[in-house]
């Protein structure tokens, strides 16, 4: 990554990095914005993957006794698995309309609460967004697979506070008290952006080759900035990335109702609010502090997540007296933090941390040492419910398949990226 044209200052990894395409996941590189790169490597095939955190007005004592229930309600609200197609389908042009409009595209149609809009990284939508650059393939996975979950690592997680650690932040939030329970949302643009990601890694490949550009590895494929097939790309890109937001956004609707159904009250009553939103597997254009100057530049971040910090005009004003949230989900057998940004990030990984606890096995690695049998039963003799797609899926993603989400959290808070406000714990998760 550090051999890319253009990079500024470093290329950084993170405490949850593991091995990507490309760029390390846990990896952040940022390029001069009118003579450096754009790497798709640098973002990933699962563009604008992301973790949103809602809030509610319950306790464990008033989901345990519904827990199973309310599994079973989101799990069939909210399709779930490889290739899984949602409730709704939106032709060609609706789905043009979803990728300009992300987040807002949802609320308009009456998948969310206006107030979301402003508790999610750039208000649920990148405005640069170009769907003529998106190919008919990605469209034709992308109109089937609105309001899905996916499979692999992505989950759908009710959790309880497990303790406080910023209590100001923490309110400013409406993180109250242990106990609390929340909701942890992670998906990204589904079979939409993996078609990008694909499309445009041929493309650059084809760019390298035009610009006689020598590379260590040719999963790092780059265009320069100022190519028209980068524009192409970042155009597209954005497309996915709002196309995630109005995804994350509709499965957001769905919880909501299942709560409401399975209390028998509007969830309005509920307190559910949309605590943040962030993305994780994402470029975009920033200014930053380069060598004593501020300079603009693109910020590839892949597995890693935007950390701003107080007094921010990028991030919510009720947060802006804390720093922007970012969350780092652990496993389903562990727990999850919920952070703020730090002056600290700005100045050694340009406003990056980490984004969850990172892979420490692979899925082959965990299906030879685990038996989904006993992996349940331990999960529910810990007091965690869990629905899942597939019974590999659970093998894969067995709780000693990541780092131990606590050191991440610590490496984290210790080198100043970000800085700890409450450690979550698992009730019950869906997985895809």
Not at 116 to 132: K, S, T
Not at 201 to 230: F, K, N, Q, T
Not at 313 to 337: C, E, F, H, K
Request: hydrophobic letters at 40%; proline letters at 4%; one cysteine or more.
């Amino acid at each position: 990554v550090s051999t890319i044209m253009g990079i500024q200052k470093w290329a950084v990894v993170l405490p949850d990095a593991h091995e990507g395409y490309g760029f390390p996941v846990g990896g952040v590189a940022a390029t001069d914005a009118e003579e450096g790169a754009v790497s798709p490597g640098g973002v990933g095939y699962d563009i604008n993957c992301g973790v949103r955190l809602l809030r509610t007005d319950l306790t464990v004592n008033d989901v345990k006794p519904k827990l199973k229930e309310l599994l079973d309600q989101i799990y069939g609200l909210v399709p779930s698995g490889v290739g899984s197609a949602g409730i709704v389908r939106v032709s060609t042009r609706e789905l043009d309309d979803v990728a300009r409009l992300g987040m807002r595209w949802a609320v308009e149609h009456d998948y969310g609460w206006k107030k979301d809009l402003d508790h999610a990284e750039e208000g649920g939508r990148i405005p640069w967004a170009d769907p003529d650059k998106v190919s008919d393939a990605a469209k034709k996975r992308g109109a089937e697979q609105l309001g899905t979950l996916g499979s692999g690592n992505h989950f759908l997680e009710l959790e309880a506070v497990d303790r406080i650690e910023d209590e100001r932040a923490a309110r400013s939030m409406g993180i109250r008290e242990p106990g609390q329970v929340m909701v942890l949302i992670h998906t990204g643009s589904r079979g939409f952006g993996h078609q990008i990601c694909s499309d445009y890694l041929r493309i650059m490949e084809r760019v390298i080759a035009r610009e006689g550009i020598r590379l260590p590895d040719r999963e790092l494929a780059y265009g320069p900035s100022d190519a028209s097939e980068v524009q192409d790309y970042l155009g597209a890109m954005a497309s996915a990335a709002n196309f995630a937001w109005a995804n994350r956004e509709m499965i957001t609707h769905w919880i909501r109702d299942a709560f409401g159904r399975v209390f028998g009250v509007d969830p309005d009553s509920l307190g559910m609010d949309l605590v943040y939103d962030v993305a994780h597997n994402i470029v975009k254009l920033e200014e930053h502090l380069v060598d004593g100057e501020r300079r603009k530049v693109y910020v590839h971040r892949k597995g890693a997540t935007r950390s701003f910090p107080p007094g921010s005009d990028q991030i919510p004003a009720d947060y802006r007296n804390v720093g922007q949230p970012v969350l780092i989900p652990g496993s389903m057998g562990t727990g999850s933090w919920v952070m703020v940004g730090t002056p600290t990030s700005m100045e050694r990984s340009f406003g990056s941390a980490a984004h969850g606890a990172g892979r420490f096995m692979s899925r082959a690695a965990a299906k030879r040492k685990h038996r989904y049998q006993d992996l349940m039963e331990a999960l529910e003799g810990g007091g965690i419910l869990v629905r899942a797609s597939s019974r590999d899926t659970v093998i894969e993603e067995a709780p000693d398949a990541y780092k131990d989400v606590d050191a991440v959290v610590d490496a984290t808070h210790h080198v100043g990226l970000a800085k700890k406000v409450a450690r979550l714990r698992p009730l019950g998760v869906v997985k895809g």
